[in-house]
C-alpha cells in the first residue's frame, strides 16, 4: 500500500457516494485532514458515516460555501458537475476542483492504461485487464467500472487498468497514462453538457500526458488534439500499417495486425460486429502496453462477455434473446442493433427509459433496416415513437414482463428479441442492473 503521510491541509470531499467515499477513506489512511459534503439531508448512510469518519468530519444538506473557499482543494465526486455553483464559487476563492482521479494519479507507481468512450468501456477493460493477467502481469482494474481507483493503489501492482468516464475527466489536468484510448463518441449524458463538443471535449482529455495513443480508425473524433505527441496506434476497419483489424482470409473474417493475421472471428466467444471491434480495441491496447500477442489471444478464445452488455439469454422457437440493459445511450443502442441483427430474421426491439436529453433520430437507420417491431418502456416511449414510428410497427408495454412477452408475441423464427434501451433506467427500474436481470426473469418465464 502507499505509504502514509500525514497532513494539516484541509480537503474538501464533495458527495459521499462510492467514489466519495472511497476518497475519504484514502485521505484517513493518509492521515489528511477532510470534511465529507452531500447535499443529501436524508443520506442512506448518514450514521454510518458520521461513526466512520466522526460527525464533525461529514456534511449534509446545502453545501458550505464558507468551509469549500477556504480548503486548498476540493474533490468532486463525478456525478456532481464542475459547474455546480458553490463549486464555483470556491475555485474563484482559490481552491482546486479536482477528481479522484488526479489523486489516483499523484500516487500511483505503476502504469496506467486509461480507456474511456460512450460505449463498450467496461467489455474492453476487462478484456485487457485478463489478457494482462494471462501475460502473468499484476494488474489492478477500476475506475469507473467495480472497484474506485483510489482503492486500487498497492506498490505491488504492475499495470493499472482503468475505464474512466467523461465526469472522471473533467476532475483530472494531465493523466500521463502508459497508452490512453477514446473507443467511440456518441450523444449521452446531454443532461449535464450543453452541447456535443463539451461532451467530446471532456473525453479527449484522457489523451493529456499520454507516452502512446489508440483511437477508431472509423471515427475521427476518436482522435487526439494536434497537441498530443504520442506514438498511434488504430483499430477498426481493414488491416493497415500499425492498425488492428478485420479482412477475409481463407474464405472467413479474420483479426489482423498490419498485414499478419491472428485468429478468425468465428473464435471470439462475444459476439456482433461491435464486439469485433471491441477484441480489435483490446488488441490494441495490450499491444501499446507490451502485453504478448499470445496471452491476448487466448483471452479472447475465452471471453464470454459482461452481464447486461449484448449477453445471451435463451432462445425459444427459434428467437434469440439478448441483454444489453447496460446499452443507456443512442450509440450502444446503433451498435447492439446492427450488431446482432440475424442473418435470415429481423430484430424486436425493447427500448425506453430516461432519455437523458437524448435525440433518437441516430436510431431511424438501424431501425428501418433491421428492426421488425419496436416495443417501448417508460418515460422516452412517447418521444421515441414520434421519431421512429414510421420505421416500424409499435407495441407499448408497462412493465418488463409484458414488454418481453409482446416482443414474445411479435417475432417470428429466425428473429432476435433485443433489450437494448438506448436510455437510462432509473424511471422503471432501480438501475440497469435491476431492469436487465428483470428481462431475463421474464425470457426465462416464456418457457
Known amino acids: ?28 489512511r493518509r492521515g489528511q485532514v477532510f470534511t465529507l459534503l452531500d447535499t443529501r439531508a436524508d443520506h442512506p448512510q448518514r450514521e454510518v458515516l458520521e461513526r466512520e469518519f466522526g460527525a464533525e468530519r461529514v456534511q449534509f444538506g446545502a453545501l458550505d460555501v464558507a468551509l469549500l473557499s477556504r480548503v486548498e482543494e476540493v474533490v468532486v465526486s463525478p456525478g456532481i458537475a464542475m459547474s455546480t455553483p458553490e463549486l464555483q464559487q470556491a475555485r474563484n476563492a482559490g481552491a482546486r476542483l479536482v477528481g479522484d482521479i488526479e489523486l489516483f494519479v499523484r500516487y500511483a507507481k505503476a502504469p496506467l492504461i486509461a480507456i474511456t468512450g460512450s460505449n463498450a468501456k467496461s467489455t474492453v477493460t476487462t478484456l485487457v485487464g485478463e489478457m494482462a493477467k494471462d501475460a502473468g502481469v499484476r494488474v489492478a482494474v477500476g475506475g469507473n467500472l467495480g472497484t474506485p481507483a483510489l482503492d486500487l493503489l498497492d506498490d505491488s501492482v504492475e499495470l493499472y487498468v482503468l475505464e474512466l468516464s467523461s ?5 483530472v489536468t494531465k493523466l500521463s497514462a502508459k497508452v490512453a484510448t477514446v473507443l467511440n ?9 450543453p452541447n456535443m463538443p463539451a461532451y467530446h471535449q471532456a473525453k479527449l482529455r484522457v489523451y493529456f500526458g499520454a507516452e502512446q495513443v489508440v483511437y477508431n480508425s472509423q471515427s475521427v473524433l476518436t482522435q487526439p488534439p494536434m497537441s498530443v505527441n504520442a506514438i498511434p496506434v488504430t483499430f477498426g476497419g481493414r488491416p493497415e500499417f500499425h ?6 482470409h481463407e474464405g472467413e473474417l479474420w483479426l489482423y495486425w498490419q498485414l499478419d493475421p491472428l485468429m478468425p472471428a468465428s473464435e471470439l466467444k462475444i459476439k456482433g460486429r461491435h464486439n469485433i471491434d471491441n477484441a480489435l480495441a483490446a488488441l490494441a491496447l495490450g499491444h501499446s502496453a507490451g502485453l504478448a500477442h499470445e496471452s491476448m489471444l487466448n483471452t479472447l478464445r475465452r471471453f464470454r462477455g459482461l452481464a447486461h452488455r449484448c449477453e445471451w439469454v435463451a432462445e425459444h422457437d427459434g428467437v434469440a434473446y439478448y441483454n444489453d ?18 442473418p435470415q430474421g429481423k430484430v424486436v426491439l425493447i427500448a425506453g427509459g430516461d432519455p437523458k436529453g437524448a435525440d433518437f433520430a441516430e436510431l431511424r437507420k438501424p431501425v428501418e433496416r433491421c428492426v421488425r417491431t419496436l416495443v417501448l418502456i417508460g418515460t422516452a416511449a412517447d418521444a421515441m415513437e414520434a421519431t421512429l414510428g414510421d420505421l416500424a410497427d409499435v407495441l407499448r408495454a408497462d412493465s ?48
Open 1 to 28: 500500500m502507499p505509504q502514509l503521510i500525514a497532513s494539516s491541509c484541509e480537503t474538501a470531499i464533495v458527495g459521499a457516494g462510492v467514489t466519495g467515499v472511497s476518497v475519504a477513506r484514502f485521505l484517513a
Open 167 to 171: 465526469f472522471q475527466l473533467e476532475g
Open 185 to 193: 463518441v456518441s450523444a449521452d449524458h446531454m443532461d449535464r453538457y
Open 243 to 248: 492498425r488492428f483489424g478485420a479482412t477475409e
Open 325 to 342: 440493459s447496460k446499452g443507456t445511450n443512442v450509440g450502444a443502442a446503433v451498435a447492439a442493433i446492427e450488431g446482432l441483427m440475424p
Open 400 to 447: 418488463m414482463e409484458d414488454a418481453v412477452r409482446k416482443a414474445a408475441a411479435a417475432a417470428q423464427s429466425g428473429d432476435v428479441v433485443l433489450l437494448s434501451p438506448a436510455c437510462a433506467s432509473f424511471d422503471m427500474f432501480r438501475n440497469y442492473q435491476d431492469r436487465g436481470e428483470q428481462f431475463r426473469q421474464a425470457v426465462e418465464g416464456q418457457q
